[in-house]
Protein backbone atom coordinates (compact mmCIF):
# COMPACT_ATOMS: atom_id res chain seq x y z
CA UNK A 1 0.00 0.00 0.00
CA UNK A 2 3.03 2.33 0.40
CA UNK A 3 3.29 2.37 -3.43
CA UNK A 4 -0.05 3.50 -3.58
CA UNK A 5 -0.35 5.72 -0.84
CA UNK A 6 2.40 7.58 -2.65
CA UNK A 7 1.04 7.87 -6.37
CA UNK A 8 -2.81 9.08 -5.03
CA UNK A 9 -0.92 11.49 -2.67
CA UNK A 10 1.32 13.51 -5.78
CA UNK A 11 -1.98 12.44 -8.25
CA UNK A 12 -4.45 14.78 -5.20
CA UNK A 13 -1.73 17.19 -5.30
CA UNK A 14 -1.84 17.62 -9.20
CA UNK A 15 -5.68 18.79 -8.93
CA UNK A 16 -5.29 20.72 -6.83
CA UNK A 17 -7.48 19.11 -3.33
CA UNK A 18 -5.60 19.32 0.01
CA UNK A 19 -7.24 16.11 0.91
CA UNK A 20 -4.67 13.70 2.73
CA UNK A 21 -3.90 10.20 2.28
CA UNK A 22 -4.83 7.66 4.61
CA UNK A 23 -5.09 3.76 5.10
CA UNK A 24 -8.11 3.62 2.20
CA UNK A 25 -6.50 5.68 -0.08
CA UNK A 26 -7.11 9.21 -0.76
CA UNK A 27 -10.12 11.18 0.46
CA UNK A 28 -13.22 12.65 -1.51
CA UNK A 29 -12.47 15.83 -2.63
CA UNK A 30 -14.72 18.87 -4.56
CA UNK A 31 -12.87 19.72 -8.06
CA UNK A 32 -14.22 23.68 -8.48
CA UNK A 33 -14.74 24.83 -12.05
CA UNK A 34 -12.96 28.22 -12.31
CA UNK A 35 -13.40 29.80 -15.89
CA UNK A 36 -10.24 29.19 -16.47
CA UNK A 37 -8.44 25.60 -14.79
CA UNK A 38 -5.40 25.96 -13.60
CA UNK A 39 -2.71 23.73 -14.76
CA UNK A 40 -0.05 22.17 -12.67
CA UNK A 41 3.17 20.57 -14.47
CA UNK A 42 2.57 17.07 -14.26
CA UNK A 43 5.91 14.96 -12.71
CA UNK A 44 7.02 12.68 -15.12
CA UNK A 45 7.59 9.49 -12.46
CA UNK A 46 4.07 9.61 -12.06
CA UNK A 47 2.82 9.55 -15.72
CA UNK A 48 2.84 5.43 -15.57
CA UNK A 49 1.23 5.45 -11.94
CA UNK A 50 -2.27 7.01 -12.09
CA UNK A 51 -4.47 5.90 -15.18
CA UNK A 52 -6.88 8.48 -16.19
CA UNK A 53 -9.60 7.39 -18.62
CA UNK A 54 -12.52 8.80 -20.39
CA UNK A 55 -15.63 6.77 -20.87
CA UNK A 56 -17.78 8.18 -23.66
CA UNK A 57 -20.51 7.39 -26.05
CA UNK A 58 -23.87 6.71 -25.79
CA UNK A 59 -26.38 4.20 -23.40
CA UNK A 60 -24.41 1.13 -23.12
CA UNK A 61 -20.82 3.23 -22.14
CA UNK A 62 -23.59 5.10 -19.36
CA UNK A 63 -24.88 1.18 -18.83
CA UNK A 64 -28.39 0.19 -18.18
CA UNK A 65 -27.43 -3.10 -16.45
CA UNK A 66 -29.33 -3.61 -13.33
CA UNK A 67 -27.79 -2.88 -9.75
CA UNK A 68 -29.29 -6.05 -8.28
CA UNK A 69 -27.41 -8.33 -10.41
CA UNK A 70 -23.31 -6.91 -9.15
CA UNK A 71 -22.32 -9.37 -6.39
CA UNK A 72 -21.82 -8.06 -3.01
CA UNK A 73 -17.66 -7.76 -3.57
CA UNK A 74 -18.62 -5.47 -6.59
CA UNK A 75 -21.19 -3.44 -4.53
CA UNK A 76 -17.83 -2.45 -2.36
CA UNK A 77 -15.57 0.35 -3.30
CA UNK A 78 -11.82 -0.15 -3.85
CA UNK A 79 -10.08 2.85 -2.89
CA UNK A 80 -7.45 2.50 -5.51
CA UNK A 81 -10.63 3.09 -8.06
CA UNK A 82 -11.79 6.92 -8.51
CA UNK A 83 -14.52 8.83 -10.57
CA UNK A 84 -14.90 12.08 -11.09
CA UNK A 85 -18.24 12.61 -12.57
CA UNK A 86 -20.57 15.78 -13.96
CA UNK A 87 -21.45 16.61 -10.60
CA UNK A 88 -17.42 17.46 -10.47
CA UNK A 89 -17.02 15.64 -7.66
CA UNK A 90 -14.28 13.09 -6.74
CA UNK A 91 -15.19 10.21 -4.90
CA UNK A 92 -14.71 6.56 -4.50
CA UNK A 93 -16.34 4.48 -8.24
CA UNK A 94 -19.28 2.62 -7.77
CA UNK A 95 -21.86 1.83 -10.34
CA UNK A 96 -24.00 3.89 -10.93
CA UNK A 97 -20.73 5.93 -11.68
CA UNK A 98 -22.21 8.93 -13.03
CA UNK A 99 -25.08 10.17 -10.17
CA UNK A 100 -28.21 11.77 -11.04
CA UNK A 101 -27.70 14.47 -8.20
CA UNK A 102 -25.52 17.42 -8.42
CA UNK A 103 -24.86 17.05 -12.19
CA UNK A 104 -23.53 20.55 -13.55
CA UNK A 105 -23.80 20.03 -17.11
CA UNK A 106 -27.29 19.32 -18.48
CA UNK A 107 -26.08 18.19 -22.01
CA UNK A 108 -24.17 15.30 -20.04
CA UNK A 109 -26.97 14.87 -17.58
CA UNK A 110 -28.83 11.80 -18.31
CA UNK A 111 -32.18 12.82 -16.33
CA UNK A 112 -32.02 16.48 -16.93
CA UNK A 113 -34.27 18.34 -14.42
CA UNK A 114 -37.74 19.54 -15.82
CA UNK A 115 -38.78 21.00 -17.69
CA UNK A 116 -37.66 18.58 -20.62
CA UNK A 117 -35.85 20.56 -23.48
CA UNK A 118 -36.46 18.96 -27.16
CA UNK A 119 -35.05 15.88 -27.87
CA UNK A 120 -34.47 15.08 -23.75
CA UNK A 121 -35.29 12.08 -21.99
CA UNK A 122 -34.47 10.83 -18.46
CA UNK A 123 -32.72 7.67 -18.31
CA UNK A 124 -31.34 5.60 -15.46
CA UNK A 125 -27.91 5.27 -14.98
CA UNK A 126 -26.52 1.75 -13.76
CA UNK A 127 -23.68 -0.51 -14.51
CA UNK A 128 -21.55 0.18 -17.63
CA UNK A 129 -18.37 -1.72 -18.22
CA UNK A 130 -15.74 1.04 -16.87
CA UNK A 131 -16.11 -0.03 -13.01
CA UNK A 132 -15.18 -3.81 -14.61
CA UNK A 133 -12.14 -2.05 -16.79
CA UNK A 134 -10.84 -0.35 -13.95
CA UNK A 135 -11.26 -3.35 -11.83
CA UNK A 136 -9.03 -5.74 -14.61
CA UNK A 137 -6.33 -2.59 -15.24
CA UNK A 138 -5.94 -2.74 -11.04
CA UNK A 139 -5.62 -6.18 -10.32
CA UNK A 140 -3.08 -6.29 -13.78
CA UNK A 141 -0.86 -4.37 -11.65
CA UNK A 142 -2.03 -0.58 -12.10
CA UNK A 143 -1.38 1.37 -8.89
CA UNK A 144 -4.49 3.40 -9.28
CA UNK A 145 -7.33 4.76 -11.96
CA UNK A 146 -9.67 7.90 -12.37
CA UNK A 147 -12.81 7.10 -14.60
CA UNK A 148 -14.24 10.63 -16.28
CA UNK A 149 -17.64 9.71 -17.16
CA UNK A 150 -19.04 11.52 -20.33
CA UNK A 151 -21.27 9.11 -22.10
CA UNK A 152 -24.35 10.26 -22.65
CA UNK A 153 -27.86 7.68 -23.94
CA UNK A 154 -29.05 8.13 -27.07
CA UNK A 155 -26.10 10.49 -28.62
CA UNK A 156 -25.28 10.23 -32.07
CA UNK A 157 -21.88 10.88 -33.40
CA UNK A 158 -22.86 14.53 -34.96
CA UNK A 159 -23.42 15.23 -31.45
CA UNK A 160 -20.08 14.52 -30.61
CA UNK A 161 -17.91 15.65 -33.74
CA UNK A 162 -17.93 19.32 -33.37
CA UNK A 163 -14.86 21.38 -32.94
CA UNK A 164 -16.90 23.60 -29.70
CA UNK A 165 -15.24 23.16 -26.44
CA UNK A 166 -18.25 24.81 -24.65
CA UNK A 167 -19.56 22.77 -21.69
CA UNK A 168 -23.43 22.80 -23.55
CA UNK A 169 -21.46 20.31 -25.99
CA UNK A 170 -21.10 16.82 -25.04
CA UNK A 171 -17.20 16.73 -26.27
CA UNK A 172 -17.01 20.29 -24.51
CA UNK A 173 -18.33 19.76 -21.44
CA UNK A 174 -16.45 15.82 -21.27
CA UNK A 175 -13.05 17.39 -22.79
CA UNK A 176 -13.56 20.38 -20.17
CA UNK A 177 -14.20 17.88 -17.31
CA UNK A 178 -10.72 16.18 -18.22
CA UNK A 179 -8.55 19.29 -18.31
CA UNK A 180 -9.75 20.99 -14.92
CA UNK A 181 -9.16 17.21 -13.58
CA UNK A 182 -5.71 16.42 -14.92
CA UNK A 183 -4.17 19.97 -15.93
CA UNK A 184 -0.94 18.83 -17.82
CA UNK A 185 -1.28 15.57 -16.01
CA UNK A 186 -1.61 13.40 -18.85
CA UNK A 187 -4.96 11.34 -19.98
CA UNK A 188 -4.07 7.79 -20.44
CA UNK A 189 -6.84 7.04 -22.90
CA UNK A 190 -10.47 6.75 -23.94
CA UNK A 191 -13.15 4.03 -24.48
CA UNK A 192 -15.55 4.77 -26.54
CA UNK A 193 -19.25 2.71 -27.16
CA UNK A 194 -21.61 4.64 -29.62
CA UNK A 195 -23.31 3.63 -33.13
CA UNK A 196 -26.66 2.19 -31.77
CA UNK A 197 -27.94 5.58 -32.52
CA UNK A 198 -26.71 6.13 -35.98
CA UNK A 199 -27.89 2.48 -37.36
CA UNK A 200 -31.49 4.31 -38.01
CA UNK A 201 -29.77 6.22 -41.18
CA UNK A 202 -27.76 4.48 -44.02
CA UNK A 203 -25.88 7.94 -44.48
CA UNK A 204 -24.84 8.18 -40.47
CA UNK A 205 -23.71 4.70 -40.82
CA UNK A 206 -21.75 4.75 -44.33
CA UNK A 207 -20.10 8.55 -42.62
CA UNK A 208 -18.72 6.78 -38.86
CA UNK A 209 -15.61 5.95 -39.76
CA UNK A 210 -14.72 8.83 -40.86
CA UNK A 211 -16.65 10.96 -38.02
CA UNK A 212 -15.14 8.17 -35.58
CA UNK A 213 -11.65 9.23 -37.13
CA UNK A 214 -12.04 13.07 -36.93
CA UNK A 215 -13.41 12.29 -32.84
CA UNK A 216 -9.78 10.57 -32.23
CA UNK A 217 -7.67 13.05 -33.90
CA UNK A 218 -9.84 16.26 -31.45
CA UNK A 219 -9.27 14.15 -28.46
CA UNK A 220 -5.35 13.72 -29.21
CA UNK A 221 -5.17 17.47 -30.01
CA UNK A 222 -7.62 18.85 -27.43
CA UNK A 223 -5.86 16.29 -24.80
CA UNK A 224 -2.43 17.07 -26.15
CA UNK A 225 -1.55 13.19 -26.59
CA UNK A 226 -0.65 12.71 -30.03
CA UNK A 227 -1.06 8.91 -29.88
CA UNK A 228 -3.76 8.99 -26.86
CA UNK A 229 -4.72 4.86 -26.83
CA UNK A 230 -8.80 4.81 -27.74
CA UNK A 231 -10.36 1.59 -27.79
CA UNK A 232 -14.07 1.02 -29.21
CA UNK A 233 -16.68 -1.28 -28.54
CA UNK A 234 -18.48 -2.64 -31.46
CA UNK A 235 -21.64 -3.46 -31.44
CA UNK A 236 -23.26 -6.17 -30.30
CA UNK A 237 -26.07 -8.79 -31.65
CA UNK A 238 -28.86 -7.40 -33.92
CA UNK A 239 -31.55 -7.98 -32.51
CA UNK A 240 -34.20 -10.93 -33.30
CA UNK A 241 -37.17 -9.29 -32.46
CA UNK A 242 -38.38 -7.89 -35.79
CA UNK A 243 -39.85 -4.74 -34.63
CA UNK A 244 -36.67 -3.28 -32.58
CA UNK A 245 -34.42 -5.07 -36.15
CA UNK A 246 -36.80 -2.63 -38.11
CA UNK A 247 -35.92 0.46 -36.00
CA UNK A 248 -31.97 -0.29 -36.42
CA UNK A 249 -32.56 -1.46 -40.20
CA UNK A 250 -28.16 -0.99 -41.02
CA UNK A 251 -26.60 -2.65 -37.56
CA UNK A 252 -24.93 -5.21 -39.53
CA UNK A 253 -23.80 -2.66 -41.77
CA UNK A 254 -22.37 -0.82 -38.63
CA UNK A 255 -20.86 -3.59 -37.27
CA UNK A 256 -18.82 -4.10 -40.22
CA UNK A 257 -17.99 -0.81 -40.44
CA UNK A 258 -16.89 -0.41 -36.95
CA UNK A 259 -14.56 -3.77 -37.16
CA UNK A 260 -13.17 -2.92 -40.34
CA UNK A 261 -11.65 0.49 -39.33
CA UNK A 262 -7.71 0.48 -38.94
CA UNK A 263 -6.72 3.69 -37.30
CA UNK A 264 -3.12 4.20 -35.54
CA UNK A 265 -3.08 3.40 -31.58
CA UNK A 266 -6.92 2.72 -31.40
CA UNK A 267 -8.61 -1.03 -31.04
CA UNK A 268 -11.73 -2.35 -31.49
CA UNK A 269 -13.54 -4.75 -29.07
CA UNK A 270 -16.75 -6.78 -30.40
CA UNK A 271 -19.51 -7.06 -28.29
CA UNK A 272 -21.05 -9.27 -30.36
CA UNK A 273 -22.20 -12.77 -28.17
CA UNK A 274 -22.86 -10.82 -25.05
CA UNK A 275 -26.04 -11.11 -22.99
CA UNK A 276 -28.83 -8.49 -24.01
CA UNK A 277 -31.61 -7.54 -22.14
CA UNK A 278 -35.01 -7.75 -23.38
CA UNK A 279 -35.04 -4.85 -25.34
CA UNK A 280 -32.61 -6.35 -27.34
CA UNK A 281 -29.93 -3.15 -27.47
CA UNK A 282 -28.55 -2.83 -24.04
CA UNK A 283 -26.09 -4.95 -22.37
CA UNK A 284 -26.82 -6.96 -19.27
CA UNK A 285 -24.82 -6.50 -15.90
CA UNK A 286 -23.44 -9.79 -17.12
CA UNK A 287 -22.78 -8.77 -20.46
CA UNK A 288 -20.76 -5.68 -18.89
CA UNK A 289 -18.72 -7.87 -16.49
CA UNK A 290 -17.58 -9.94 -19.64
CA UNK A 291 -17.09 -6.93 -21.59
CA UNK A 292 -14.96 -4.49 -18.98
CA UNK A 293 -11.96 -6.98 -19.13
CA UNK A 294 -12.00 -7.46 -22.74
CA UNK A 295 -11.31 -3.48 -23.30
CA UNK A 296 -8.95 -3.77 -20.04
CA UNK A 297 -6.68 -6.39 -22.42
CA UNK A 298 -6.85 -4.12 -25.28
CA UNK A 299 -6.23 -1.29 -23.56
CA UNK A 300 -3.17 -2.51 -22.00
CA UNK A 301 -2.07 -3.42 -25.66
CA UNK A 302 -1.98 -0.30 -26.95
CA UNK A 303 -0.83 1.32 -24.17
CA UNK A 304 2.89 -0.55 -24.80
CA UNK A 305 3.27 1.07 -27.87
CA UNK A 306 1.00 4.79 -27.93
CA UNK A 307 2.86 6.77 -25.43
Known sequence: MGKRKTAFAIATALVGTAALIGAQGWDDAVAKAPAAPARVAAKP?????????????????????MEGDLTPAEKTANPVIKVFGNDWVQRNALDPLDINTGQLDRVSNECPPPPLQTGEVCAPMRV??????ARNMVANGAVGIVLIPCAKGGSSMDKWVTTSLSRDSLYGSCIQRARQYYGNYPISGVLWYQGEADTQNYDEVSNWPRKFRTLVDAFRRDLNR???PVVMVGLADKATDPTTAENFPWWTAMQSNQANINYPCTAH???KGLPLRPDQVHLTTDGQRMLGPKLAVAMRTLRQTCT
Open 45 to 65: AMQSQIQIYLLAGQSNMVGYG
Open 128 to 133: GPGLFF
Open 226 to 228: PNL
Open 269 to 271: VSA
